[in-house]
């Protein structure tokens, strides 16, 4: 296939021509000619107004319901999600019905997956049927192409789990992804524990809940010298955990952050929208503001759109019965554009994943594979249920106007157009 990009803005932090705006010709699967102007006969031209490229997008710790849970999502329907939002790889999370525990599920889903333009990458299960009580066969699932080990949502309350965990990854040069949470603290919760819960009159997870246990982590990490990512930092007690160690932990202490927690908060759950009910819950305005400064000084790596969906059963209840969760991978790029500069976004979503996990780079150069994510800036574009490429139906962005549209990706020699 011949892809010829027309004017577009490149960025990408590593790349001579960042910031510059160029013809890029890709034949093959191979960028071939990165100039000033380009011409083909043979290309299909991809040219519009305000046109940005970058390396292609990945989402760590996305949700699916394929193998069990088939009526929220499909392999097929999250990869066609994932390519609709701009992510030309996921790594994927176990869900509750089916986890990732063993070698074989590991092989299905490359199997299934196989045929889609988006890199579907495996987060192996940590612990047994995700309950936290017995460590998988975290060897065999890495050499099944397991790029890291995880419960997910679910929080690891017993150290010692844990602590053979780390020693285990360290071992293979893999990584512990885990999502700090004493469910001791949390027990009954339903959003942050703060103003906005107390005038509801719901139980809210307090900040402790994440900051206690980052502590713990960090020094389960020390003692096994290790390599962990802190999953889906929320709090402003837990960055400031993080800061205090982080330096002397380089190349071995991760975090990440969901955008949901970038861009909204606690205040946002005051007429109850199921839809905002999530894991980890919407803080703070401090937490928010405090999370988006560690963003950009690089104190986070990594932004997540922390994508779970969810049937409407588990979602059209009373606030405190639904399920916690929401779509996010259409959402999480365009909403991001309109407040971080697209070189952070481009740091945080598609670099340093690369990094962390062991992935092949990605560098807009002359013969680099193809692996790109392309958007328009200052493009008003709504995001509709029409749109929506996921089975299920939980996302509180519907009919929200964005100024910054997903145009395509370019991934595996194909050309795949967001509409």
């Not at 100024?403 to 967001?418: C, H, R, T, Y």
Request: charged share 25%; proline share 4%; aromatic share 4%.
């Amino acid at each position: 296939m011949v892809i010829l990009l027309k004017k577009a803005t490149i960025v990408d932090p590593r790349s001579k021509y960042h910031g510059k705006k160029q013809d890029i010709l890709i034949e093959k699967g191979i960028i071939t000619k990165i100039a000033n102007s380009i011409s083909s006969k043979k290309a299909k031209i991809v040219d519009g107004k305000n046109l940005h490229v970058s390396p292609g997008w990945v989402d760590i710790g996305v949700h699916t319901g394929e193998p069990g849970l088939e009526h929220r999502d499909t392999l097929e329907s999250t990869l066609a999600t994932a390519s609709a939002g701009g992510f030309t790889r996921i790594g994927l999370f176990s869900n509750d019905a089916s986890p990732i525990d063993q070698a074989a599920t590991i092989g299905f889903i490359k199997d299934r997956s196989s045929k889609s333009p988006v890199h579907c990458h495996t987060i192996g299960a940590l612990s047994q049927k995700l309950q936290g009580e017995e460590i998988t066969e975290v060897i065999d699932m890495h050499h099944a192409g397991s790029i890291g080990f995880s419960d997910g949502l679910h929080s690891i309350q017993k150290a010692g789990l844990l602590e053979r965990a780390l020693h285990y990854v360290k071992a293979i040069d893999s990584i512990v992804i885990h999502r700090p949470n004493d469910k001791t603290l949390s027990l009954h919760s339903q959003m942050h524990e703060g103003k906005v819960s107390t005038s509801l009159g719901i139980p809210g997870m307090p900040d402790i809940a994440e900051s206690i246990m980052i502590d713990r982590d960090i020094e389960i990490l020390k003692y096994t010298d290790s390599k962990m990512l802190i999953h889906l930092v929320s709090t402003q007690k837990g960055i400031n955990h993080l800061k205090k160690e982080k330096k002397s932990l380089e190349n071995k202490l991760f975090a990440s952050v969901s955008y949901h927690n970038l861009i909204d908060t606690d205040e946002t759950l005051a007429d109850f929208d199921v839809n905002r009910k999530l894991s980890p819950p919407l803080r703070s305005s401090a937490d928010k503001n405090a999370l988006i400064k560690a963003v950009e000084s690089d104190l986070i790596d990594v932004i997540c759109s922390n994508h779970v969906p969810i049937e409407i059963e588990g979602k059209e209840k009373e606030f405190i019965y639904a399920d916690k969760g929401a779509l996010g991978m259409q959402t999480c790029g365009p909403a991001l554009l309109e407040f971080l500069d697209a070189s952070t976004i481009v740091e945080k979503m598609a670099i340093n994943p690369r990094k962390i996990f062991n992935l092949p780079p990605a560098e807009i150069a002359k013969g680099e594979e193809a692996e790109l994510t392309i958007w328009a800036n200052k493009t008003e574009h709504s995001f509709t249920q029409k749109e929506n490429k996921s089975r299920s139906r939980n996302s509180p962005f519907f009919g929200k106007k964005f100024n910054n549209k997903i145009v395509a990706i370019v991934s595996k020699d194909q050309l795949i157009l967001s509409q």
